[in-house]
C-alpha cells in the first residue's frame, strides 16, 4: 500500500501513531500561576539531549474551554515549570482516565486519588508513586505547522527515582515497573521484553 498525505487516505484511520509507536508517555503535572494543579498524558514526547538534559512535549487541539491549546501548556506557559512523571502497567487506567477533558478548574490527580508530592527544584507538584519524575524548565514553545499544533522544549533540573526501580548496581531498572507506551488508535503497550546489544565498533 502506498498513498502520499495530499489524496484521499485509503484507510479509515490515521495509522501514524500506530507506525511511529511505541512513544513514551509524558505523564504531565503542573501548578498555573494561580495555583491550580493539572495532570495529563502526553505521548508525542522524548528526550532529544544528555547535556544539559532536555525534552520536547507537542500538544495538538485546542480545549473548548481554553482560547488555545489545552491546560499543560497553558499553565507551564504561564509558569515555566513542569513535572513529567513516567508511569508504569500499573498505572494503565489511571493514566488513560487522567486525559479526560476536564474543566480547567479540575484537579485530576486529586480526582484519581493520586498522591502528590512537592518537587525540589521548581515550585511544581509530581506524582509521589511514579517510577520516575524530571523536574522541569520549559525553555520555549514554538508553533508547528498547522491548527493549535504546538511543541514545547524544556530542560531537566532534577530526577526523582523511585527506589524500588534502582538496582543495587545503580541502574533505573525498567523491568521493575514495565514502561507504559502508546500505540496507534486505543492502544497502549507495556515494556516486557529488554535485551542489551553492545555498540558495535570499527576494527582498527
Ligand atoms: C496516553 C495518552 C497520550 C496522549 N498524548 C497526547 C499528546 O501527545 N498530545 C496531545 O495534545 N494530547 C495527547 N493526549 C490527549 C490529552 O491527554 C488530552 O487532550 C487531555 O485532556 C489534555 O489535558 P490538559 O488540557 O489538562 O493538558 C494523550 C492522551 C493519552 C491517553
Not at 524530571?134 to 530526577?159: F, P, S, T, Y
Request: proline share 8%.
Amino acid at each position: 500500500m502506498f498513498y502520499r498525505i495530499a489524496d484521499d487516505r485509503p484507510l479509515p484511520r490515521d495509522p501514524l501513531t500506530a507506525i511511529v509507536s511505541p512513544r513514551p508517555i509524558a505523564w504531565i503535572t503542573t501548578r498555573g500561576a494561580d495555583g491550580q494543579v493539572n495532570l495529563s498524558p502526553y505521548s508525542f514526547f522524548t528526550a532529544v539531549a544528555y547535556s544539559p538534559p532536555q525534552v520536547i512535549v507537542s500538544s495538538i487541539g485546542n480545549k473548548p474551554d481554553r482560547d488555545a491549546g489545552k491546560d499543560t501548556f497553558a499553565q507551564a506557559s504561564a509558569t515555566g515549570m513542569l513535572c513529567i512523571n513516567i508511569a508504569g502497567y500499573e498505572d494503565r487506567e489511571a493514566v488513560n482516565a487522567s486525559s479526560a477533558p476536564f474543566p480547567a478548574g479540575v484537579n485530576e490527580a486529586a480526582h484519581l486519588g493520586l498522591e502528590l508530592a512537592e518537587c525540589e527544584t521548581i515550585d511544581c507538584p509530581r506524582l509521589a508513586g511514579a517510577a520516575a519524575s524530571l523536574e522541569c524548565r520549559l525553555i520555549q514553545v514554538v508553533d508547528l505547522e498547522g491548527e493549535a499544533n504546538r511543541l514545547m522544549i524544556a530542560r531537566i533540573e532534577a530526577i526523582h527515582l523511585r527506589d524500588d526501580c534502582v538496582t543495587e548496581e545503580g541502574r533505573f531498572d525498567v523491568t521493575r515497573y514495565k514502561p507504559l507506551t502508546r500505540l496507534g488508535y486505543a492502544d497502549f503497550g507495556a515494556i516486557e521484553t529488554v535485551f542489551a546489544m553492545p555498540r558495535p565498533r570499527l576494527p582498527e
